[in-house]
């Protein structure tokens, strides 16, 4: 780094090689410091909030492309930060996750079925955090930001609707120790208020069911912005589908699994009576 910025020389976490997404919030506040701006003034200059300018520079938030492009502008640093932000999103979201990640904004509805862990969507930070302590993955800092920042999408104006389909192991697995796993499932309580969003849990005595290949989740676009769209897990890389075929297929197994699902209701009782075992 230059001799006159000595505050991020020797700072690994503003090394693009550790973490760009630090890299990003680190050279974000200093631009923003040696223009004299507090973090309130430069929300207030590029349309966004305070809190979300104190996200982007402790690097648990990914920056959009439209807030680099504003901070370049008011920053005067000559494209910079647009020029960084590509290199950002390739660590947050790998390429083939990235087109789901977009179409999920446009969405009006999103059905999900999980079998290992709790939809993103609806995850603490805590539980996000465990989850990758135990994924063991490399860029896991951007990662956890990520996944955060996809769930911004439940405070727009108009959120999409959720209909999730739990594997009642998720319940049993508790990630992060029984501690977070019980605000996890607090947290999925106080989801269900909304009545945007509907949760059923797969018990385990249901046996064989229509979801043994794995977790997927569907999109259904609003305004007929698109087909639904359908992604699938998978070790390596997931796959996002929008041939009718492969849609209907998931549709069709995403029913059966709602109709061996326990009842919203029923669900909701055996969620809240597992939190309550996991202690205090």
Not at 138 to 161: M, N, V, Y
Not at 219 to 245: N, Q, W
Request: a negative charge; proline letters at 6%; hydrophobic letters at 40%.
């Amino acid at each position: 780094m230059t001799a006159e910025r000595p505050r991020v020389d020797g700072d690994p976490k503003a090394d693009p090689k550790v973490s760009t997404l630090a890299y990003f919030g680190t050279e974000l506040r200093i631009r923003r410091e040696e223009a004299g701006l507090s973090q309130a003034e430069l929300g207030r200059r590029t349309f966004c909030t305070h809190s979300y300018i104190s996200r982007i520079e402790s690097a648990s938030r990914v920056p959009s492309e439209e807030f680099a492009q504003r901070c370049d502008d008011v920053l005067g640093t000559g494209g910079m930060f647009a020029r960084l932000w590509p290199v950002v999103i390739e660590h947050a979201y790998p390429d083939w996750f990235r087109p789901f990640v977009e179409l999920e904004k446009d969405a009006v509805a999103i059905w999900d079925f999980e079998n290992q862990v709790v939809p993103g969507l609806l995850q603490t930070e805590e539980y996000v955090r465990a989850v990758f302590d135990g994924s063991r993955l490399p860029h896991a800092q951007e990662l956890i930001a990520a996944r955060l920042t996809r769930q911004q999408i439940l405070e727009q104006e108009s959120p999409p609707e959720i209909w999730a389909v739990l594997d009642e192991s998720i319940l049993r697995r508790p990630i992060g120790g029984p501690h977070v796993m019980r605000r996890q499932l607090e947290h999925l309580l106080a989801c269900t208020a909304d009545p945007r969003v509907v949760l059923q849990v797969l018990p385990f005595a249901t046996g064989a069911h229509a979801g043994l290949d794995g977790a997927f989740a569907g999109l259904t676009m609003k305004d007929g912005r698109g087909p639904e769209v359908v992604y699938v897990d998978g070790i390596a890389r997931g796959h996002v589908h929008v041939r009718s075929a492969t849609v209907k297929a998931a549709r069709r197994a995403y029913d059966l699994l709602r109709a061996d699902a326990l009842s919203p209701k029923a669900s909701v009782d055996l969620i809240a009576a597992t939190a309550k075992e996991l202690g205090p």
